[in-house]
């Protein structure tokens, strides 16, 4: 009776924990668009989006970035300045003559604009750079040879 109550209770055991074992969340890795919000633009009707009413556009940089579990390693898409809803991933692209209008009607800096923080340029290389050293210096390092010396008894 003994036996079969252990057998149950590890199989039970066993399940759940199988089940948690597959719920678990993949890490992501591979190529990823990424649009921030860089201006707040005025609230007029010529910033209105045409498919939804009553949801004004505001200015923001897309670029698409190589990331390994959210760290990002490096830059395939340079950044370009896009309209965008906030908390929204849908953006729509400008022309050259409507970005410089946006641009010289709010007094804007572009180069300012376009221009990427430190961790998303380097962080992730900096990161990737000091693993690989940990990993090279647990193979190749000093190895301290212990001078064993026989004792006679």
């Given at each position: 009776?003994?036996?079969?109550?252990?057998?149950?209770?590890?199989?039970?055991?066993?399940?759940?924990s199988y089940n948690l074992a597959i719920a678990r969340p993949k890490i992501p890795i591979g190529k990823f668009d990424?649009?921030?919000?860089?201006?707040?633009?005025?609230?007029?009707?010529?910033y209105l989006s045409k498919e939804e009413s009553n949801t004004y556009l505001d200015l923001g940089r897309l670029h698409q970035e190589y990331s390994i579990a959210w760290i990002p390693v490096w830059i395939t898409q340079e950044p370009k300045l896009v309209l965008t809803k906030p908390d929204s991933d849908r953006y729509y692209e400008l022309s050259n003559e409507q970005l410089e209008k946006i641009?010289?009607?709010?007094?804007?800096?572009?180069?300012?604009?376009?221009?990427?923080?430190?961790?998303?340029?380097?962080?992730?290389?900096?990161?990737?750079?000091?693993?690989?050293?940990?990993?090279?210096?647990?193979?190749?390092?000093?190895?301290?040879?212990?001078?064993?010396?026989?004792?006679?008894?």
């Open positions: 009776m003994i036996y079969i109550k252990k057998f149950f209770l590890t199989t039970i055991i066993t399940f759940c990424k649009i921030e919000i860089v201006s707040y633009l005025p609230d007029i009707n010529e641009i010289n009607t709010n007094k804007l800096d572009k180069a300012q604009l376009l221009k990427l923080g430190f961790y998303t340029q380097y962080g992730g290389k900096i990161i990737l750079f000091l693993v690989l050293c940990l990993i090279l210096y647990g193979f190749f390092g000093k190895d301290k040879k212990k001078d064993v010396k026989p004792i006679n008894l």
